[in-house]
């Protein structure tokens, strides 16, 4: 990375360390701690926003062959409601991202 760029910032992360596909969409829980992204493949990974770039779970395939379109976190990170393009939605848990509940 060039000097100056924003891959010289301790806060920069580079998708690519949880995703192939590019990402579509991001969730910041309210307590600033973590984040989740969800990508054009379906997946989805949660990162530690103290520990740039380092995955806390996932990825994770959510629904096969739909991109993630939308994404919300609760205020502490513990649940994720994730929307695909083929129109499901599932609660995860954000620890694990294992689905706690699935709506269609």
């Known amino acids: ?34 984040a989740a992204a969800g990508a054009a493949d379906g997946r989805v990974a ?4 103290s520990l740039p770039g380092v995955p806390v779970a996932g990825p994770r395939e959510v629904h096969a062959g739909h991109a993630v379109v939308a994404l919300s976190m609760s205020f502490d990170g513990s649940l994720i ?16 991202l294992q689905t706690l509940r699935t709506l269609r």
């Open 81 to 96: 409601a994730v929307g695909t393009a083929g129109g499901a939605v599932e609660v995860l848990s954000g620890g694990t």
């Open 1 to 34: 990375a060039e000097e100056g760029t924003p891959q010289d910032s301790a806060a920069y992360v580079d998708h690519r360390t949880c995703h192939a596909a590019p990402v579509t969409t991001l969730a910041i829980a309210g307590s600033g701690a973590l």
């Open 46 to 49: 949660t990162l530690d926003l």
